[in-house]
């Protein structure tokens, strides 16, 4: 049986002005019918590129200089737009990264999937029964209240799988899934995988993942395809890649995943006694914190932290880990004085600042610095790299123009960045090295606590192991304290001394990383170790080398 999707010689360029950039250089693939191909490797590699040729969605600036994209017998290289419409939802389903923008705010979900419903010719009364049948088909429960909702009123791991399901509503024979987990949390990533692999399994369905995370593809795949500056590397089976890979690259990449770089368990990197992780000098304090939020129209209120109580020691790192609506966010908005807390107290640097307004808490402000999930985000896109340093200078008056240009250059250099970077825009930045700022940014103060939300799950791995080991010196040369917020449990481990487990606003388990997840109490927190990727390939590869010992 010839495959569905074979590519030949793929060339790809995106032009620069005068010049093209080649972003794809002579990739040959074939992906067979109902199987899984895994394309890793970091950003900028090719592997969006790839996908976006298969599916006819390469933007006007690409150009394709040679080579055959063949789907499902249909030459999509230079095909009129008419045809590429035909293939889009009945023979290729895509599943975007970001819900939020693949999704319409002002549309409810069941006109979102009934549009795909249509696709395939389905007309009249039969249409909402196909939207609720793809809607359960994507394990969605509930089907015909979530199809009356929009989007906003879900939580992130309901809107990926509303992708999902439009994606399945057209009965695609392939389904591209462009990095569909990389924002959610371990379980509900384990969950909606799980979920994924039983549909094309059961369906005969092709599945093409695209995502920087070697765990993921290892764990989910039939066949791991590294790519790196637009070329393949290496190909094969999970097991083999994970137990002998051939190429430089692709060891690089097993060493820097959390998942897979210890062979599927998590090693702590700091051993504590149990009298070691008490401590008297906490930086910060949240002592039996209770916060309750009002339901508009509902007349009633919601508990989201129940008595929780979380200390930070001075120079150490303290990790809060859950899945979404655990409480987690809502722990650093009180610790960061952007909440008031119901009940309980919040005391910084022996300060209690439950009760203060803005005036008091404001001078407190330059001791406790943020740095966020996206940096992107983060940074005003008008703002070269030396005005986003030194705004805070400039908001609390300290130093003059000279001074303040010193202080952009000594953080640079802290953060491993050339000075000449000063100048330049967000845009003109990479995602590591614009996270970089993010933290260069949260230490313009000389702040003694800085809360990390999620500060590397949008980057790749090894780009997110250089930011680690980043935080890891500074804290290590400044004396710094964090509290650092994370789904990813082989990612705590790397950089935490200290963790607290929370689920449903309350703390189940608590103490030093060795401890609590060398020997979990919690069913949750057993829980969430066992949905770390990499650990089924890791057992794969295992099993071969016993049978070939």
């Known amino acids: 049986m010839s495959p569905l999707v074979t590519i030949n010689d793929l060339h790809v360029g995106y032009a620069r002005g005068d010049r093209v950039a080649p972003a794809?250089?002579?990739?040959?693939?074939?992906?067979?019918?109902g199987e899984i191909v895994a394309l890793v490797g970091e950003s900028g590699s090719g592997k969006t590129t790839v996908a976006n040729?298969?599916?006819?969605?390469?933007?006007?600036?690409?150009?394709?200089?040679?080579?055959?994209?063949?789907?499902?017998?249909?030459?999509?290289?230079?095909?009129?737009?008419?045809?590429?419409?035909?293939?889009?939802?009945?023979?290729?389903?895509?599943?975007?990264?970001?819900?939020?923008?693949?999704?319409n705010p002002t549309h409810r979900i069941g006109r979102q999937v009934a549009e795909a419903v249509r696709r395939r010719g389905v007309s009249g009364p039969q249409v909402d029964l196909g939207v609720i049948e793809a809607l359960e088909q994507a394990g969605i429960d509930d089907a015909v209240l979530r199809a009356r909702q929009f989007p906003h009123e879900l939580s992130g791991g309901l809107r990926q799988r509303?992708?999902?399901?439009?994606?399945?509503?057209?009965?695609?024979?392939?389904?591209?899934?462009?990095?569909?987990?990389?924002?959610?949390?371990?379980?509900?990533?384990?969950?909606?995988?799980?979920?994924?692999?039983?549909?094309?399994?059961?369906?005969?369905?092709?599945?093409?993942?695209?995502?920087?995370?070697?765990?993921?593809?290892?764990?989910r795949s039939d066949r791991v395809v590294v790519l790196q500056d637009g070329q393949i590397v290496e190909q094969g089976r999970p097991a083999d890649i994970?137990?002998?890979?051939?190429?430089?690259?692709?060891?690089r990449l097993?060493?820097?995943?959390?998942?897979?770089?210890?062979?599927?368990?998590?090693?702590?990197?700091?051993?504590?006694?149990?009298?070691?992780?008490?401590?008297?000098?906490?930086?910060?304090?949240?002592?039996?914190?209770?916060?309750?939020?009002?339901?508009?129209g509902a007349g009633g209120s919601f508990l989201a932290l129940d008595d929780v109580s979380v200390e930070v020691a001075r120079g150490r790192t303290h990790a809060l880990v859950g899945e979404s609506g655990s409480g987690k966010t809502t722990t650093l908005r009180l610790a960061l004085g952007l909440e008031k807390a119901t009940s309980g107290r919040v005391v910084l640097d022996d300060v209690d600042i439950t009760d203060l307004g803005w005036k008091q808490t404001r001078p407190l402000r330059r001791k406790i610095q943020l740095v966020h999930q996206n940096p992107y985000a983060s940074l005003d896109p008008r703002f070269t790299i030396r005005q986003s340093i030194t705004e805070p200078l400039v908001s609390f008056k300290v130093g003059d123009r000279r001074s303040r240009a010193a202080r952009a250059t000594e953080l640079l250099d802290q953060v491993a960045l050339p000075a000449s970077y000063l100048d330049r825009l967000p845009s003109e930045l990479s995602g590591g090295q614009r996270q970089r700022v993010a933290i260069a940014r949260a230490l313009a103060l000389e702040p003694g606590l800085v809360l990390l939300d999620e500060p590397v799950s949008a980057l790749d791995v090894s780009v997110q192991e250089q930011i680690l080991a980043l935080l890891s010196e500074l804290q290590e040369r400044l004396g710094l304290s964090y509290l650092f917020i994370s789904h990813d449990l082989a990612v705590v481990a790397q950089v935490s001394h200290t963790v607290s487990v929370l689920n449903r606003g309350r703390v189940v388990e608590s103490g030093s990383v060795a401890?609590?997840?060398?020997?979990?109490?919690?069913?949750?927190?057993?829980?969430?170790?066992?949905?770390?990727?990499?650990?089924?390939?890791?057992?794969?590869?295992?099993?071969r080398e016993l049978v070939h010992d």
């Open 24 to 33: 794809v250089r002579g990739v040959d693939l074939t992906i067979g019918r």
């Open 53 to 103: 040729t298969v599916i006819g969605l390469l933007p006007d600036s690409a150009l394709i200089s040679g080579g055959s994209v063949v789907v499902d017998g249909v030459e999509v290289v230079g095909a009129k737009e008419r045809a590429l419409r035909a293939l889009r939802g009945s023979v290729i389903g895509l599943v975007p990264q970001d819900p939020m923008v693949g999704l």
């Open 162 to 219: 509303v992708l999902i399901a439009i994606a399945l509503a057209g009965r695609p024979r392939l389904i591209i899934a462009d990095e569909p987990t990389s924002a959610l949390d371990v379980t509900v990533q384990s969950r909606i995988l799980d979920h994924l692999e039983g549909l094309v399994r059961e369906s005969g369905t092709s599945l093409l993942i695209i995502t920087h995370d070697l765990a993921v593809a290892a764990d």
């Open 242 to 251: 994970l137990v002998s890979p051939e190429q430089d690259y692709t060891k």
């Open 254 to 296: 097993i060493a820097a995943a959390p998942g897979l770089a210890h062979g599927g368990r998590i090693v702590p990197r700091f051993e504590l006694a149990p009298d070691q992780v008490a401590t008297a000098d906490p930086v910060i304090r949240l002592e039996s914190v209770s916060k309750r939020y009002a339901v508009p």
């Open 515 to 543: 401890h609590v997840f060398g020997s979990p109490q919690s069913e949750y927190t057993q829980e969430l170790i066992a949905a770390i990727p990499g650990q089924r390939a890791e057992a794969v590869a295992r099993s």
